[in-house]
């Protein structure tokens, strides 16, 4: 069983468990309800009268080397 079948089976994930992204898959597990960038995220935000919080982060390696 792969890491995204796992995840696929885990009911805590949010709707990132979805998309194909390692960046947002890493995300599947976190309490927020996140969004991914849509026309739909947009329409529900205002729908609901919510701002929208944007995050733009980007993945490093957890290892570090020294020699």
């Known amino acids: 069983m ?4 796992t995840a696929k089976e885990n009911k805590n994930s949010n709707r990132l468990i979805n998309e194909k992204s390692p960046y947002l898959l890493q995300h599947a597990y976190n309490s927020v309800e996140w969004n991914c960038w849509s026309e739909e995220a947009f329409e529900k935000a ?5 701002p929208i919080f944007l995050s733009i982060d980007y993945s490093t390696c957890q290892w570090l080397k020294f020699n």
Request: hydrophobic letters at 20%.
């Open 2 to 5: 792969t890491k995204l079948d």
């Open 46 to 50: 205002k729908a609901e009268d919510k």
